[in-house]
């Protein structure tokens, strides 16, 4: 959530601010600031956080052993609780 947040602010807050003070601000130059603070802020984040890359090396590499992907489905859907 805070990642999306940060992009959308990175992207948009510099865009409108100049477009309401700066009399020459035009569309190709928000679409260049946006892009600019979008790139930046993803780099950013990747490069002190790396959220993103695990997850994207996830596919790459060997899947985890049978038991722990058991463990997991568990966690998520636990079984029924059996009344004696």
Do not use: C, D
């Amino acid at each position: 959530m805070a990642f999306a947040f940060g992009l959308a602010a990175a992207s948009l807050f510099p865009v409108i601010l100049l477009g309401i003070f700066f009399k020459r601000a035009n569309k190709q130059g928000a679409i260049a600031g946006m892009l600019t603070g979008l790139f930046f802020t993803y780099g950013y984040i990747e490069f002190y956080k790396g959220l993103f890359l695990k997850w994207a090396g996830s596919p790459l590499t060997a899947p985890p052993p049978e038991r722990i992907q058991h463990l997991v489905e568990q966690i998520r859907i636990p079984r029924e609780i059996k009344s004696h």
